[in-house]
Nanobody, 121 residues
Framework: LQLVESGGGLVQAGGSLTLSCVAS????????IGWFRQAPGKEREAVSV????????NYADAVRGRFTISRDNAKNTVLLQMNSLKPEDTAVYYC???????????????WGQGTQVTVSS
């Protein structure tokens, strides 16, 4: 399974971005997908995860109510809609795949290369 993230960029505080995670090599519906982020000098942390069928979704407290995760298995794609962005959301965002919807980076089996999100104040 290969994962490729896109959609990052520079945005002002209060703005929005939509990140995409596109899978190839295998069918995405075999995997739960998580979005994680890593800021400079900090550990990778969970942002949101969605189960294989989309029936289970979890968010980190820091993003709940502002970010929305969704998936389209027919397109092998998982999206992360990010609204009301804050400077503290600045990080490299990664998507990861695992059998179950873990909010734990260490339990992901596959990773994309990441996409930079920078939020200016």
């Amino acid at each position: 399974l290969q994962l490729v993230e896109s959609g990052g960029g520079l945005v002002q505080a209060g703005g929005s971005l939509t990140l995409s995670c596109v899978a190839s090599g295998e069918s995405l519906d075999n995997y739960a997908i998580g979005w994680f982020r890593q800021a400079p000098g900090k550990e990778r942390e969970a942002v949101s995860v969605i189960s294989r069928g989309g029936g289970t979704i979890n968010y980190a407290d820091a993003v709940r109510g502002r970010f929305t995760i969704s998936r389209d298995n027919a397109k092998n794609t998982v999206l992360l809609q990010m609204n009301s962005l804050k400077p503290e959301d600045t990080a490299v965002y990664y998507c990861g795949a695992a059998e179950w919807a873990f909010m734990t980076p260490e339990l992901m089996n596959y990773w994309g290369q990441g996409t930079q999100v920078t939020v200016s104040s």
